[in-house]
């Protein structure tokens, strides 16, 4: 994911924006759209409410294929998914 693209407002002020938010993200993810996600702790906390149904649906329509504890200046955890065939 991308913190800095992430928009915390409404859908469609975030589309004339050419940014995303939660709802964007969670309608990508349900529709298998990006092949693969990576999603770091960072991403997690941007996305807040929305990040119970956004874990539900890569546990849906992704797998697991890595995970580090400590990634990036941050040191922080890290996953990346790929898409289920």
């Known amino acids: 994911m991308a913190q800095y693209s992430v928009y915390h407002g409404k859908t469609i002020d975030a589309q004339d924006l050419k940014l995303v938010n939660a709802e964007i993200i969670i309608n990508y993810l349900t529709n298998k759209a990006p092949s693969t996600v990576i999603i770091s702790k960072v991403d997690w906390i941007f996305l807040g409410s929305s990040s119970a149904e956004v874990k539900q649906i890569l546990n849906q329509n992704y797998e697991l294929i890595f995970q580090t504890e400590k990634f990036g200046q941050w040191a ?9 065939e």
């Open 76 to 84: 922080s955890p890290l996953n990346i998914y790929r898409v289920k």
